[in-house]
């Protein structure tokens, strides 16, 4: 019993968008955001370098774009949202893997449905034809 | 046979997961969480809302109709200067979430003020797109490119206009009521809708306009 009186404060969630910090003040706060603000405006102007340039092989630029956003968002999400693995984020985490599954759903299915029907479709031209 | 009975009951009333869980003991969670908690799963949904529309576009990007297609219409330049102003704008942000836990009445209202004046720069660049876009005659009714593009766009841009007008309100009540709890709460929420917004417009600069003048 006293075992689980010790580990109670340790079982308190965290709102999402709220803090842990072990005993850092202000200071260690604006430090975390500063190291997100460097990391996405390093992501981002990759991104816009990569869109432009000849420099890389041209069919890989779509791919490292996508890439490029996605962890961009890994550091919005751990430095503005503070969403992290710890246990006192694990509803939050949660909601927002289910979150991640439906837009994946949702995005992948409609490319996959829409793609699938244009492939199966019969030419324009033959369509016309049949209707003369 | 009996002691063991006895043991296993003993045992059920010390799951240590749930003991040690602290949900036992304590009720409900307090209500920043809650509320924390409750405003996250609106993001999400709002989110998901976006994807259908990400969904729409990406169906319809080859749809031009014999109209100008993006990589006629986008200007890079403009955009990146969009992307820093929201990126800075999520800094100062979380610049005022930090004043207002430290209960820093001026450095709350400066950085929102920041916020606020960035959010507004943002805005006026979109509409000014928007304009030159309708004037070239390529308006959301030329092709379904086109109107799939205005109503992805538009709809993070009418995101934004309404966090502005909550921007607002917070500071009012803040110099109104000062940094009383749900005030505090409201924060909260309005900082979690401010960097969604940020992290949908990664996906609106990559997809549209980065992957819309590089194809």
Known sequence: ?132 | MAGVVADSRSNLHQLPSIAASGAAHSGPAPERIVTGYGFWIFILSDMVMFSAFFATYAVLVGQTAGGPSGRELFNLHNVAIETGLLLVSSFTCGLATIAADARRTVWFQAAMAVTCALGLGFLAIEASEFASLVARGAGPTRSAFLSAFFTLVGCHGLHVSAGILWLLTMMAQVAAKGFRADILRRILCFALFWHALDIIWIAVFTVVYLLGSAA
């Open chain 1, 1 to 132: 019993m006293s075992n689980g009186h010790e580990q109670a404060g340790a079982g308190i969630d965290l709102a999402p968008g709220d803090e842990h910090i072990e005993g850092g003040g202000t200071g260690l706060r604006v430090l975390g955001y500063l190291a997100g603000l460097g990391l996405a405006a390093l992501l981002t102007a990759t991104s816009f370098f990569v869109a432009g340039t000849d420099l890389v092989w041209q069919p890989s630029i779509p791919v490292a774009l996508v890439v490029l956003a996605i962890a961009q968002m890994g550091v919005h999400l751990v430095f503005f949202l503070h969403i992290t693995t710890e246990p006192d984020n694990t509803n939050n985490v949660l909601a927002l893997a289910f979150g991640i599954l439906i837009v994946t759903l949702v995005i992948g299915g409609s490319l996959w449905i829409m793609a699938n029907l244009n492939h199966n479709m019969m030419p324009m031209d033959r369509i016309m034809q049949m209707q003369r």
